[in-house]
Nanobody
């Protein structure tokens, strides 16, 4: 089992940057693919980015391509989401999630992820 704790959210002006962290505890964190989802008020939780257990593969949702970068440091049991050129529409609660998967396939589907963090709020103001 893996426990996930997100940090790094906050209030930022449009055009600015934030880096979210997701620290995992428990056995075999390195064996997990990691993802970030977000949920804006009144909307469904949506896929943002995901990375394979080794970091060799990554996928991004179209709205964040070229602006967000997902990474994973297995030595630190931590996944990151670097968010640049933030827009007002990026405002949401951001959740990290883990999927035990020892291949390079990266899922964009919520149901494939077994463990979730509690979420961290990101608010982008104009």
């Amino acid at each position: 089992q893996v426990q996930l704790v997100e940090s790094g959210g906050g209030l930022v002006q449009a055009g600015g940057s934030l880096r979210l962290s997701c620290e995992g505890s428990g056995r075999s964190f390195r064996s997990y693919a990691m993802a970030w989802f977000r949920q804006a008020q009144g909307r469904e939780r949506e896929f943002v980015a995901a990375i394979s257990w080794s970091g060799a593969s990554a996928r991004y949702a179209d709205p964040v391509k070229g602006r967000f970068t997902i990474s994973k440091d297995n030595a630190k049991n931590t996944a990151y989401l670097q968010m640049d050129s933030l827009k007002h529409e990026d405002t949401a609660v951001y959740y990290c999630a883990a999927d035990y998967r020892l291949n390079q396939i990266v899922s964009i589907h919520r149901d494939d992820y077994d463990y979730w963090g509690q979420g961290t709020q990101v608010t982008v103001f104009s």
